[in-house]
């Protein structure tokens, strides 16, 4: 059976097959594959048992489904006031720069994808970012180029 | 420039949790019916900005009568500016779950939910252990609650809490039409009590060191502590539980740089406070005769001179045009237009007087949106523009 498949029957099988499981299977699988799949969508609605369109509606709700294919790292920096206001565009700068990849894209070795985010809370800290599901707080051009070279490290590695 | 020493700072939401287990079982010793009386005794209203009297949400819940009921604590912290729910959750969690199986001893709810804002993904791991803890000793001491994790995922409006539950029912995140209130048709149609992060670590407080001590401070109708979530323009930025009903002029003596222009009380969706009117606004729910009252959900970001009002508002725009659900057309489109109306006024496309046109859109907003989120774009947008209108234009 196809892998992603698989995957899906055995969220649908810890998870429930009610609709409150739908999001809770989403985000697993997103937390797997990084993105919703056309595919992943239809095996969901089949899974659950609710119209394929229904999961579509859903999943492109929620700003953290993505349903295009992504990098393996998504990169998402705050763009709210206060980050804005301590020099969040910098840091977008000096990320672009290192990357070579502009906003909403993704790098052609599928490592990192950079996107812009609503406020992540950490205002105190500006300006902030998340990779994945990790914080990097109080950044600086220098900071972040550290953080993305430590990424790149664990790429060469594997 | 005068020293005041008027801000009280007090600690009791950060400050130990170790007996949490006493705090829970002595409490479920008591009639339900006193604790709710000790709740509204101690006048605690919603932490999230909201502001409904804590004590009246678990009473109508308690009277409500059905089999099945649920304890939603709501921590989707997504305002502009706010930081506080997280901090709570990660150095006082038993407090938390601690305020809910009380909650759900009262109301006769049996599960419980967290709504983790998917930004806070990292938090989970931790308070799953907690709650594991948790859940362990109410099996000891025979008391029946459970306590799920249910993580959201990048939606600002899941905060409002319809939307919350339409999003926990696997759903778009789109808010309900109220009536009816949670209280009686919330989760899967059933009674649920839906409280913010702060407002359940008060009730912790209240039924430890009973409604007295919480009571006593604050001021009328705006009663206890509150945990201000401090940003932008100014030296020491951070979480500071302070009392209820200080004026905002205090508030800038104590946090601000020197230089603070403005102050934005209440996140996006608050209202923006210019330097003349400091004296003037104190902070706390409506219902003080005197001066502007400002409700907050804690979110305190100050500007210096440097800041142009005419980006802040810029951002605050793209913010809610993003973040509006897209249901109801005055938010939907509102958002939209505002944005684009302040951008041609700003390139001279428009006349300044089209700046009035956009308040009069902002109050046909306040009147119609079907929820909070497009109702409030009229605070921000009509307290910066009113204020500061030259910047706008020039």
């Known amino acids: 059976m196809n892998p992603i498949r698989s995957l899906i029957k055995e969220l649908a099988e810890k998870h429930g097959r009610r609709r409150e499981s739908l999001l809770p299977i989403m985000l697993a699988v997103v937390e797997r594959e990084k993105y919703l799949s056309e595919y992943s969508m239809v095996e969901i609605a089949r899974e659950v048992d609710i119209p394929a369109s229904e999961v579509y509606g859903t999943a492109t709700f929620y700003s953290f489904i993505e349903t295009k294919p992504t990098g393996q790292y998504i990169i998402r920096i705050c763009k709210t006031i206060t980050c804005s206001m301590k020099g969040k565009n910098q840091v977008l700068f000096a990320i672009q720069d290192m990357l070579k990849i502009k906003l909403g894209e993704t790098t052609p070795d599928k490592r990192f994808t950079l996107m812009e985010t609503n406020c992540l809370g950490w205002c105190h800290k500006a300006p902030a970012m998340m990779i994945n599901n990790d914080v990097y707080t109080e950044l600086t051009p220098e900071k972040v180029r550290d953080i993305l070279s430590g990424y790149m490290k664990i790429n060469e590695l594997n | ?394």
């Open chain 2, 1 to 394: 420039m005068a020293i005041s020493n008027q801000l009280k700072r007090v600690d009791f939401i950060f400050n130990n949790e170790n007996d949490w287990e006493k705090v829970l079982s002595s409490a479920i010793k008591k009639k339900p019916n006193d604790l709710i009386n000790e709740l509204i005794s101690s006048e605690l209203k919603g932490r999230g900005g909201a502001g409904f009297p804590t004590g009246l949400k678990w009473k109508l819940a308690a009277e409500a009568k059905n089999d099945s009921k649920y304890i939603i604590c709501n921590a989707d912290e997504g305002e502009p500016g706010t930081f506080k729910d997280r901090e709570i959750l990660s150095k006082v969690p038993y407090k938390v779950l601690t305020a809910m199986a009380i909650c759900g001893y009262i109301t006769g709810a049996k599960e419980g939910f967290i709504y983790l804002r998917g930004e806070y993904k990292f938090l989970q791991a931790e308070l799953h252990k907690a709650i594991d803890e948790f859940q362990y000793y109410c099996k000891e001491i025979k008391f029946d609650f459970s306590i799920t994790i249910f993580m959201g995922s990048g939606a600002y409006i899941c905060g409002e809490e319809t939307a919350l539950m339409e999003s926990m029912e696997g759903k778009r995140g789109e808010p309900r039409n109220k009536p009816p209130f949670p209280t009686q048709s919330g989760y899967l149609d059933k009674p649920t009590v839906i409280n913010n992060v702060e407002t359940l670590v008060h009730t912790f407080t209240i039924f430890k060191y009973g409604a007295k001590k919480f009571y006593d401070l604050g001021v009328q109708y705006s009663r206890g502590t509150k945990l201000f979530s401090v940003s932008g323009d100014t030296p020491k930025p951070g979480i500071y539980e302070l009392e209820l009903g200080m004026s905002l002029q205090d508030f800038v003596y104590e946090f601000g740089d020197g230089d603070t222009k403005a102050v934005q009380v209440g996140g996006a969706s608050g209202f923006l406070v210019p330097r003349k009117k400091f004296k003037d606004a104190a902070i706390g729910f409506k219902g003080k005769l005197t001066g502007i009252s400002l409700p907050t959900g804690g979110s305190m970001m100050l500007f210096n001179s440097s800041r142009s009002m005419y980006n802040v508002l810029d951002n605050y725009l793209e913010f809610f045009r993003e973040e509006s659900c897209g249901q109801c057309t005055p938010c939907r489109v509102g958002c939209q237009q505002l944005l684009l109306g302040i951008k041609a006024v700003k390139r001279g496309e428009k006349p300044a007087a089209y700046l009035e046109k956009l308040l009069r859109l902002t109050e046909t907003m306040q009147l119609t949106a079907k929820c909070g989120l497009g109702q409030s774009v009229a605070n921000s947008f009509s307290s910066i523009v009113e204020n500061f209108q030259e910047e706008m234009i020039y």
